[in-house]
């Protein structure tokens, strides 16, 4: 039996690590003289008082769901993916090749184009470190740590000698044409009849993470590939032992969880900036798995965990802008959610476990 129930483990661990982490910011702020009470309702306000502030939370929460499900699946096959970041990066050089060379006459099918490009350059990107884990016993912690940097230095070498165009001493591809651009959430809205903020850079992208979060689910519980992913991180013993090959499922589960860090460069790259940048990936990678640790690995709780983080993200933004409260403050506070969510998960989990047991024991 459970020590606690689903929901509790689900809900309750993480609201009282996120009270934690907030009380704490709070002492932080207090601490330099400024008003916590203040401070968060400029970032509440901010974020999420205007649908121009929806406009911008959505849109980082759309990277971290991209991001967040990709850690999700390679870590229910027990790999520790922490190389979303170069895949996105590749995911980007995929999505301005095809936005670049090739003429389409309308945006649905550039954005289609993009998704197979980025999920063909995400996937390609990581099944190296997955087939060096694979075939040879290379830990994937360490080779897809090494392959950030790897993809960091490669998108610079081909931004600055092969996409850059001439004269321009931006390390940034040429733009994007017209008909490529992918319509922004407002207008979307606005065309449905629902008010909402024109300029901010969430698009349709956000739709597409939903539909893959939903996508992931099924993947996961309700097909075979999904069960053999699972079982094959729970016990790798078991599952080879029940017949599952151990290379096929890292492959899978590797190739899967690249595929979907590099389409995240859909949002970043076609969706708001309408080229490739030198840094169009701004860390999303890397915040992805404390989205997955938050999320419990489940597609449903990593949405609610981007929506989270893009509220920090965005009250962070609006909370440097307007009040003297450094911005280096703001990550500390980003950096104290992520660590009570996850590094420190289990201090609060042991007490809550503790009390439903002796609630148990009363009954």
Same mark, same amino acid.
């Given at each position: #039996? ?16 996120? &009270?934690?982490?907030? =009380? ?18 400029? #970032?509440? &306000? ?10 911008? !939370?959505?849109?980082?929460? &759309?990277?971290?769901?991209? !991001? ?36 389409? *006459?309308?945006?649905? #099918? ?33 080779? !897809? ?19 850059? *165009? ?5 390390? %940034? ?6 008909? &490529? ?41 309700? !097909? ?65 798995? %404390? ?12 949405? =609610? ?20 409260? *450094? ?37």
């Amino acid at each position: #039996m459970d020590k606690m129930p689903r929901w509790a483990d689900v809900f309750l661990v993480p609201l009282i690590s996120l &009270t934690i982490a907030f =009380l704490i910011s709070g002492m932080v702020i207090l601490g330099i003289g400024q008003n916590p009470v203040e401070a968060m309702r400029v #970032m509440v &306000t901010g974020a999420l008082g205007s649908s121009y502030g929806w406009g911008y !939370t959505l849109y980082y929460a &759309t990277n971290f769901m991209f !991001t967040g499900l990709a850690v999700s699946v390679a870590f229910h096959a027990s790999l520790f993916n922490i190389g979303c970041e170069g895949q996105a990066t590749l995911g980007g050089l995929g999505v301005a090749l095809v936005c670049l060379l090739i003429p389409w *006459p309308h945006w649905s #099918m550039a954005l289609a184009a993009a998704m197979v490009a980025s999920i063909a350059f995400g996937a390609a990107w990581a099944a190296i470190p997955a087939w060096l884990q694979a075939k040879r016993g290379s830990h994937i912690v360490i080779t !897809t740590i090494m392959f950030n940097f790897i993809a960091a230095a490669l998108l610079n070498y081909i931004l600055v000698n092969v996409l850059r *165009p001439v004269g321009s001493m931006d390390p %940034a591809s040429a733009r994007f044409p017209a008909t &490529t651009n992918l319509p922004e959430l407002g207008a979307m809205l606005n065309a449905v009849g629902i008010p909402f903020a024109k300029g901010t850079p969430a698009n349709i992208s956000l739709l597409i993470a939903l539909v893959c979060a939903v996508a992931v689910w099924v993947l996961l519980w309700h !097909t075979k590939v999904g069960y053999e992913i699972r079982s094959f991180g729970k016990s790798q013993k078991a599952a080879q032992y029940a017949g599952i090959n151990p290379v096929r499922i890292t492959m899978v589960a590797m190739l899967i969880s690249g595929g979907l860090a590099g389409m995240m460069a859909i949002n970043t790259v076609q969706g708001e900036a309408n080229r490739l940048l030198l840094n169009s990936v701004e860390g999303a990678g890397f915040i992805g798995i %404390a989205v997955a640790l938050m999320g419990r690995n489940h597609p449903f709780g990593v949405v =609610l965990a981007s929506l989270l983080f893009g509220f920090l993200y965005q009250g962070g933004a609006e909370l440097a802008l307007w009040t003297k409260i *450094p911005r280096e403050l703001i990550t500390v506070i980003q950096g104290l959610v992520i660590l009570f969510t996850g590094a420190l998960d289990y201090m609060v989990r042991k007490p809550v476990e503790a009390m439903f047991v002796r609630f148990r024991g009363a009954r």
